[in-house]
């Protein structure tokens, strides 16, 4: 099920690290290329770089918005080198990352997402993941290219894919039970935005707060179902508030 693992370039200036990605993907298995704005692409030096990953780049979708590479997927992991910079999960060891997701993608899609070569990625669109994760690379000198973190992250993606008991991981989850997709959170959140403004909860859009009560929900894990009830929780108290 390594077809249901995405890897998400954004504002990728250099195109000769977009095709250094597809070959670092292709030789642990990843196929899924999605390119958020790239500054170039199509382009020769993506092409020659790639090597014989060029199916890779052939197929490549590229897209405007990193909202629209992740909202099918049910975890995505934002690659960070700036610990911490907003209350997510943070994924402390890659290897627990790569478990996270290859659960998950025996049933749903997933995403890894990389940053800018130079400052990777904003704390917006950091909070479009659900969950961090970093390198834990020399901390004297801790710098690598792109193409060598999605490297290392899909080497510990393809390792643990490879010891997975997956006999154990392919017992069927039913729609409910399967967690639920980035648009699916997404409409949650601001549905409880909504309520929390018109409930007098808060006064105006509060970012400190929505970013807590994203990490909460992010570190509980909800189920379709749990997250349906949750839906019909704030239905219910907004019949109640006055217009």
Same mark, same amino acid.
């Given at each position: 099920?390594?077809?249901?693992?995405?890897?998400?370039?954004?504002?990728?200036?250099?195109?000769?690290?977009?095709?250094?990605?597809?070959?670092?993907?292709?030789?642990?298995?990843?196929?899924?290329?999605?390119?958020?704005? $790239?500054?170039?692409?199509?382009?020769?030096?993506?092409?020659?770089?790639?090597?014989?990953?060029?199916?890779?780049?052939?197929?490549?979708?590229?897209?405007?918005?990193?909202?629209?590479?992740?909202?099918?997927?049910?975890?995505?992991?934002?690659?960070?080198?700036?610990?911490?910079?907003?209350?997510?999960?943070?994924?402390?060891? $890659?290897?627990?990352?790569?478990?996270?997701?290859?659960?998950?993608?025996?049933?749903?899609?997933?995403?890894?997402?990389?940053?800018?070569?130079?400052?990777?990625?904003?704390?917006?669109?950091?909070?479009?993941?659900?969950?961090?994760?970093?390198? $834990?690379?020399?901390?004297?000198?801790?710098?690598?290219?792109?193409?060598?973190?999605?490297?290392?992250?899909?080497?510990?993606?393809?390792?643990?894919?490879?010891?997975?008991?997956?006999?154990?991981?392919?017992?069927?989850?039913?729609?409910?039970?399967?967690?639920?997709?980035?648009?699916?959170?997404?409409?949650?959140?601001?549905?409880?935005?909504?309520?929390?403004? +018109?409930?007098?909860?808060?006064?105006?859009?509060?970012?400190?707060?929505?970013?807590?009560?994203?990490?909460?929900?992010?570190?509980?894990?909800?189920? +379709?179902?749990?997250?349906?009830?949750?839906?019909?929780?704030?239905?219910?108290?907004?019949?109640?508030?006055?217009?």
């Amino acid at each position: 099920m390594l077809s249901n693992i995405r890897v998400v370039l954004v504002q990728t200036f250099h195109p000769g690290n977009i095709g250094s990605t597809a070959r670092a993907m292709k030789t642990m298995g990843l196929s899924d290329l999605v390119l958020v704005n $790239p500054r170039a692409f199509p382009d020769d030096e993506a092409t020659r770089l790639a090597a014989g990953a060029t199916d890779l780049i052939e197929s490549a979708r590229v897209v405007t918005a990193l909202e629209d590479a992740v909202s099918d997927c049910v975890r995505v992991v934002g690659a960070s080198a700036r610990l911490r910079s907003l209350p997510l999960p943070h994924y402390d060891e $890659p290897d627990d990352m790569a478990a996270a997701l290859v659960e998950d993608c025996f049933h749903d899609k997933v995403a890894l997402v990389f940053g800018r070569e130079r400052y990777g990625l904003t704390n917006e669109e950091i909070a479009c993941c659900s969950h961090q994760v970093s390198i $834990p690379a020399n901390p004297d000198y801790g710098i690598l290219n792109l193409a060598q973190a999605v490297q290392v992250l899909a080497w510990e993606i393809r390792r643990t894919w490879r010891r997975h008991p997956q006999g154990a991981a392919c017992v069927n989850r039913t729609a409910e039970e399967r967690s639920p997709t980035r648009e699916q959170m997404i409409h949650f959140q601001e549905h409880l935005s909504r309520i929390m403004q +018109r409930s007098g909860f808060i006064t105006q859009p509060h970012a400190r707060t929505e970013a807590q009560l994203q990490a909460l929900f992010a570190r509980a894990e909800p189920t +379709r179902k749990e997250l349906s009830l949750l839906r019909g929780l704030l239905a219910s108290l907004e019949g109640h508030i006055d217009p």
